[in-house]
Each structure stands twice: as structure tokens, then as C-alpha cells.
């Protein structure tokens, strides 16, 4: 009397293998092509979406512009001190959420020589690609993908945490201008975006 042999896990898990080994053998430049493509598609998402950015931050802090005072008028007598008031605060404003969360204040100032710079001070908002520092025409809103025009382009952003200085090159006229924006141009959407207030 013949009996049959009970089957044990291992035989069935590699009875299911075989139709798997099988098609790839049979279908090896198949394979071979699907492989390739899946790789390919990886390196993009790593190279054009850049999500590890997104786990890394970028802390820059750079010194003010020498001779700034945060507030250049002796509180007791109303008047300026010798020597002091070289920089001037145009406009400034709070930053504020759009796309990402975002806070910290942008600072126009005017330095002794009459050039100009936006100031960063205590940035925080997420890394990103692509991340630019624009002037905008538009005031501050909630329109994340609103200021994609009417803006002058200062440059990539040096970081996504810190304190940084920004040129504003000469021939712009501040007075067109109504806000600082933390702009990603790979998406076309805003970061954050502080509204620049004229100082008095």
C-alpha cells in the first residue's frame, strides 16, 4: 500500500517560487527592462522632487550689516547718538505660512553707502528644492502659488534656518515692492511670505 508524503511548509513555499523563477527566466530581457525603468524612476523622484530636503536643514547665520542699530534714537532724549544711524530700517514684516510652515522677519535696510539688503533674521521654515528669495509686487496673502510674477529674483535661498543678508540690486525700486517670499521654483509655490511695511 502506497501512501503519500505529507507536504511541509518549505514545499509550498518553493512550489510558489517556481512559476516566479520560471517567468524570469524565460522573460529575462523583460526583466532586465522593468528593472531599469524602476531604477530610473527612482533616481527622478530623488533628483526632481528631492524629498530628502525635506529631513535636512540648512542653518545659516550671518552677521548684520555693520553699523545696523535695532533702534538708532536714545529713548531719553529723543535723539540720535554720535556716530550711530549709518543704517536705516526702510520696511519690515513678520513672515508667515503658506505651502509650508514658516516664521522669523524680513528687514529692508538702507546701508551708509545707499545700497540696500533684505535681512532674514531668525528664519525657520522647511528645506525644499530650488527655494529662491524674491521681492514681490503683491502684498502678503495666502495665495501660495500667487507670486509667480511681478517679483525681482534676489537669489537662492542660503537656508532654510538663520539669520541672512540679501543684495537688492540697485536699480529697483523698493516702492513697487510689497513683500519678501520664500519661493520654490521647481513647484511654483510659495513657502512663506512677510509683508514689507514702510518704516515710518
Not at 25 to 52: E, S, Y
Not at 76 to 82: H, I, K, M, Q, V
Not at 130 to 147: I, P, Q
Request: net charge positive; glycine share 12%.
Amino acid at each position: 500500500m502506497v501512501t503519500e508524503g505529507k507536504k511541509t511548509p518549505n514545499d509550498s513555499r518553493a512550489g510558489s517560487r517556481r512559476p516566479i523563477r520560471r517567468f524570469v527566466h524565460r522573460h529575462r530581457a523583460v526583466v532586465a527592462v522593468v528593472g531599469v525603468l524602476a531604477a530610473a524612476a527612482v533616481v527622478f523622484v530623488l533628483m526632481w522632487f528631492q524629498p530628502q530636503k525635506y529631513f535636512l536643514n540648512t542653518a545659516v547665520n550671518e552677521a548684520a550689516p555693520r553699523g545696523v542699530v535695532v533702534n538708532p534714537v536714545d529713548p531719553s532724549t529723543g535723539a540720535t547718538p554720535p556716530g550711530v544711524g549709518q543704517v536705516t530700517v526702510l520696511a519690515s514684516g513678520d513672515f508667515r505660512s503658506l505651502e509650508h510652515g514658516t516664521s522669523g522677519r524680513a528687514v529692508v535696510l538702507e546701508l551708509a553707502d545707499g545700497s540696500r539688503v533684505l535681512r532674514f533674521e531668525a528664519l525657520d521654515t522647511s528645506n525644499g528644492p530650488d527655494l529662491h528669495v524674491y521681492l514681490s509686487e503683491l502684498a502678503a496673502g495666502d495665495d501660495a502659488r500667487g507670486y509667480g510674477e511681478g517679483f525681482v529674483d534676489l537669489g537662492k535661498l542660503k537656508g532654510n534656518k538663520g539669520n541672512q543678508n540679501y543684495a537688492i540690486p540697485a536699480e529697483i525700486d523698493l516702492s513697487r515692492y510689497r513683500s519678501a517670499v520664500i519661493w520654490c521654483k521647481r513647484f511654483a509655490v510659495g513657502f512663506g511670505v512677510a509683508p514689507l511695511e514702510r518704516s515710518g
